[in-house]
């Protein structure tokens, strides 16, 4: 090195503090391990919470879909009076007066 300038890591490079150094990379390492895995806020609560977000994410496409289903047959069932009486029948075993109704199963 030049004659006037210092390294900068020499304070390093003391005997003092060679005893130092693995304690400072030991709790440094248990610190990150615990926040990265442990705490509340860690990783794995992060994961966790992100697959949650995609499962509901998923329920809430297949709800959407049945109801734009239901609305669609909502739809049919309110401009056409014949469906909704088969509608009525098929589903609620309703009769016109004067049926006999039979269900077999």
Known sequence: MEEGKKDKWAWLKRS???YFIPYVIVVT???AGWLLF?????VLNWVRAAMEVK???????RLQSEIDAMDAQIENLSKNRDSLETF????YHFAAP??????VE
């Open 16 to 18: 003092d503090h060679n």
């Open 29 to 31: 390492v248990v610190v």
């Open 38 to 42: 442990f705490s509340h806020n860690s």
């Open 55 to 61: 499962a509901q994410e998923k329920e809430m496409a």
């Open 88 to 91: 009525a029948r098929e589903t």
């Open 98 to 103: 004067g049926d006999d109704v039979y269900i």
